[in-house]
């Protein structure tokens, strides 16, 4: 069985960062994909950023500039930076992996950690 388990949100003002992790652990053989979504209160699940198993990232435009994501192959591990918090990023982060093991390739998702972005 694999699990991700996501670190690092909390309350932060404007303008601050944070540091999101995702720790995936269990059996994995590789990971494709990490992607970090998030979802407010109200609004559907977005797609935040994503990396690829050969280092390649996309970002959503409003994070573009703002946002690093990045990834420790060793450590099953991804990160997203976040920089320049504004009150609008405030939601729960949840990481993705897309992976495959001895069941074959599988998609898994972490709990969520909450973002709040308030002076």
């Known amino acids: 069985q694999v699990q991700l388990v996501e670190s690092g949100g909390g309350l932060v003002q404007p303008g601050g960062s944070l540091r999101l992790s995702c720790a995936a652990s269990?059996?994995?053989?590789?990971?494709?994909?990490m992607t970090w979504y998030r979802q407010a209160p109200g609004k559907q699940r977005e797609l935040v950023a994503r990396?690829?198993?050969?280092?390649?990232?996309t970002y959503v435009d409003s994070v573009k500039g703002r946002f690093t994501i990045s990834r420790d192959n060793t450590k099953n591990t991804g990160y997203l930076q976040l920089n320049s918090l504004k009150p609008e990023d405030t939601a729960v982060y949840y990481c993705?992996?897309?992976?495959?093991?001895?069941?074959?390739?599988?998609?898994?998702w972490g709990q969520g950690t909450q973002v709040t972005v308030s002076s």
């Open positions: 269990g059996s994995i053989f590789t990971i494709y994909a």
């Open positions: 993705h992996a897309d992976l495959s093991n001895n069941r074959g390739r599988m998609n898994y």
């Open positions: 990396i690829t198993s050969d280092g390649t990232t």
